[in-house]
């Protein structure tokens, strides 16, 4: 029997599963790898065959993924023995790549055995654990082809290496202290210091010091999370004001002690991911306020490689473990770079030998309704594929947003959705951006014919995209791409009633979107409704600073502001802001639910500026009383499409503040207003539209209080909610989104009963465009308004 097992079966120990299983069973035959995952042959009684064939998907090792077993019939050979044969590199590939994963129970066990070879070796794996992705430089996945490569095994290493029934039979990272990685600890020239490396950078820690820590994905900052100098001074010299740091534990005991775990998040925490976990602080939690300032939440991670866990136990406290950069740059991870630009910030760095191939950041995640919800899918989930319904006829890149950005590469059944790249406003982020393309088209094969971008014409991605010959292009309106993920999430291709709110996103009308009501299918959509247009006093100045919307939402509203806070603390500008508002001189519309949260957040003086994006809704969601069940009415223009009227919901918070009701109140008030709004406006389109289903994507969905007003009262009424948990609701998700659209747009038409109508034209301008010999470069290129987007159904 010749039999092909598709899926993540390279580096997960799945030959020597194989081969253990076929010996087991008493069959002849071979396993290997190749391009397109495992290839096996299997001679012996039927019997065997058949257990065997049952017992590849049913019993495979802990880290591997069967998508698919195909048998066929093959004339006996005689052969009298199994084994494993040598990889063949040759064909198109198609084999999938294992995320790495957390130090598994058995070399943890070895780690702690002082009689153990391997103990306190800060590199210790196996099969069923350990570096993978970030390692590896091309397939198929064999030593050779990662940065193990100049690491040859000492004999000790070699023999468990191929012996069938040793833990690490195959496994390509395996290494001892005898001829593997090595760490050393370094002062902030290069120098080295003494040894050995993690002591003496746990004594650094205790002391107050500050130590960039090089680790799978590149290097953190590392300080003592219980001191509060320390995590001051950490914050001070990466330039960080606010934006919380995330804290590593020993073990769930210890979490236990600084914030409250549920089930859900504990399992969370204990994946073979371990991503950071957002869980809620216990009062009086044994973690410097400068960790999270503001904020009742806690990011908290468990160990996930050995050199954690021992940095861990030597230091004997919590550390924050933060990314190795200056604020809003990329993660540091080549060691050079490292010295150079984190030398102002540590005092110390862990360093060793092992090369990462490719820079990689933690994975962050909450819990919401018992299953996951990433907030940023990264280490531990990526390069892990979705598989997509209707698949894809033709390769495609998808080039994702500006913020948190994502590339996708897809083609046959899989989406790739590359790991966290960040906001691109920096080269070093471009670059960053497009090695990644590269690395994973490498990786994957993939040679992308149809490129999907977002409509905005200043996006960076945008201008890769448009630059890039010989691919059609197809431009995606930012929020249909955030309901299509939502959709390819849950395996589903509409038509739904999308909600997309967010803070920005370029409109099909020239304006800015961010609070949508769509009737949409993976491949068009039709504005149903929005949140009424306010402007933007100063564009993007109204982003950083959230007083200005509430100057904008405030006039709107006309409403007297005189005894209000925030027109107190900006009474030098408030003239002149509302001027630019009623004048409409550089104060572009925009429909965005994240600005009304910020005009709130202002409103009840929260916070008029911010330094991270989101802070100011992110606080107002903390500010916000749990138990208070009040809320806010907010009316709706029908139309088509409809308008809900934002104003409503400001005019009824700015009352209650004039009357003495405590501002958490308001904003336990205002979210619960807000899921009203979402409820009606979904009620509404559910009487035109006959649709009963209901996706919710978009940045502002990271919000619990609001997720969940929000989901609870539309399955109250009737509905069916899809909400993210694979991969973000945030623009880290877009890339999603805009693969599954271009994918849909080959397909030909829509899934939704209603006409639509390509926008044949654009494509042809963007074609024209690119073929003038008219500068491209990334400073003076522009994508007109019209560009090619998803397909609108008419409303």
Not at 470 to 480: E, F, R, S
Request: glycine share 10%.
């Amino acid at each position: 029997m010749a039999i092909r097992v598709e899926g993540i079966v390279q580096g997960v120990g799945f030959r020597p599963f194989v081969y253990s299983l076929a010996t087991r069973l008493g069959l002849a035959g071979l396993v290997g790898n190749d391009v397109d995952g495992v290839f096996a042959e299997a001679e012996g009684p039927p019997a065997a065959v058949r257990e065997f064939l049952g017992a590849l998907q049913r019993d495979a090792p802990p880290l591997a993924r069967v998508e698919r077993v195909t048998a066929t019939a093959k004339a006996p050979i005689g052969t009298a023995t199994f084994a494993i044969v040598a990889s063949d590199p040759a064909g198109r590939r198609s084999t999938l790549i294992a995320a790495d994963t957390a130090t598994c129970a058995d070399c943890l066990r070895e780690l702690a055995h002082p009689a153990d070879r391997r103990f306190q070796y800060p590199f210790i794996n196996c099969t069923n654990c350990g570096p993978r992705f970030t390692i590896i430089r091309d397939v198929p996945y064999d030593r050779p082809l990662t940065t193990m490569a100049g690491f040859p095994m000492c004999d000790p290493c070699a023999a468990e290496y191929h012996d069938p029934g040793n833990r690490r039979f195959h496994a390509q990272p395996t290494c001892c202290p005898a001829c593997g990685p090595r760490l050393t600890l370094l002062d902030r020239t290069g120098k080295p210091l003494s040894d050995p490396a993690l002591d003496e950078a746990a004594a650094l820690l205790r002391r107050g010091a500050i130590v960039a820590v090089k680790g799978l994905g590149g290097y953190h900052l590392a300080a003592d999370a219980t001191c509060e100098p320390a995590v001051a001074a950490l914050r001070a010299r990466k330039h960080r004001a606010d934006k919380p740091f995330a804290v590593m534990t020993s073990d769930l005991a210890a979490v236990a002690q600084l914030c409250r775990v549920s089930a859900a998040e504990a399992a969370l925490l204990t994946s073979q991911a371990r991503p950071v976990v957002l869980l809620t602080r216990l009062p009086g939690a044994a973690v410097a306020s400068s960790a999270a300032p503001g904020n009742r939440q806690l990011g908290v991670m468990l160990p996930y490689t050995p050199l954690h866990h021992m940095l861990l136990a030597a230091a004997s406290r919590p550390l924050v473990l933060t990314s190795g950069n200056v604020s809003d740059e990329p993660i540091a991870y080549r060691d050079e770079d490292a010295l150079e630009r984190l030398g102002e910030i540590a005092d110390a760095f862990v360093v060793h030998d092992r090369a990462i191939h490719i820079r990689t950041d933690d994975s962050v995640a909450r819990a919401f309704a018992g299953r996951p919800m990433l907030v940023r899918r990264s280490r531990g989930y990526v390069p892990e594929p979705m598989t997509v319904r209707g698949g894809f006829a033709r390769p495609v890149l998808a080039c994702g947003a500006e913020l948190k950005n994502t590339f996708c590469l897809a083609k046959d059944r899989y989406a790739f959705v590359s790991h966290h790249i960040g906001d691109l406003e920096n080269a070093e982020t471009l670059r960053s951006f497009a090695e990644g393309i590269a690395h994973f088209s490498r990786l994957f094969d993939i040679a992308p014919q149809v490129v999907a971008h977002d409509l905005h014409p200043e996006y960076l991605s945008t201008k890769y995209a448009v630059e890039l010959d010989g691919v059609d292009l197809v431009g995606v309106q930012h929020h249909h791409a955030h309901i299509a993920s939502c959709l390819a999430d849950n395996g589903a291709d509409g038509p739904v009633i999308g909600v997309a709110f967010d803070g920005t996103g370029y409109g099909t009308d020239g304006t800015i979107w961010g609070g949508e009501f769509l009737i949409a299918d993976v491949a068009g959509f039709a504005r149903g409704g929005h949140l009424a247009t306010v402007r933007m006093p100063g564009g993007a100045a109204a982003i950083r600073q959230p007083w200005r919307m509430a100057a904008a939402h405030l006039h709107e509203a006309g409403l007297d502001v005189a005894g209000l806070g925030v027109v107190r603390r900006n009474a030098a500008r408030w003239d002149a802001i509302v001027s630019m508002v009623r004048r409409q001189v550089n104060a572009p519309l925009t429909s965005s639910a994240g600005r009304l949260f910020d005009a709130i957040a202002a409103i009840l003086d929260v916070r008029d500026e911010i330094s991270y994006e989101g802070q100011a809704a992110i606080e107002l969601e903390q500010r916000a009383d749990p138990a208070e069940g009040g809320a806010y009415r907010a009316g709706i223009e029908s139309g088509a499409p409809f308008r809900a009227n934002g104003s409503d919901l400001i005019a009824a918070a700015v009352g209650d503040l004039m009357a003495g009701v405590p501002t958490e109140l308001i904003a336990a008030r205002f979210h619960h207003g807000m899921a009203i709004l979402i409820l009606d406006g979904c009620v509404l389109l559910r009487e035109r539209h006959g649709l009963n289903t209901v996706a919710l994507s978009g940045g502002v969905f990271q919000n619990l209080l609001l997720l969940g007003s929000t989901v609870t009262r539309l399955e109250a009424h009737g509905f069916t909610v899809l909400t993210h948990s694979r991969v973000p609701c945030n623009d880290a998700g877009i890339s999603l989104g805009q693969a599954v659209v271009a994918a849909a747009g080959q397909r030909g038409p829509a899934v939704s009963s209603e006409p639509g109508l390509w926008a044949a034209k654009a494509t042809a301008q963007f074609q024209q465009m690119r073929g003038s010999g008219s500068p491209t470069s990334r400073s003076t290129i522009r994508v007109p308004p019209n560009a090619v987007f998803s397909r609108t159904i008419p409303g």
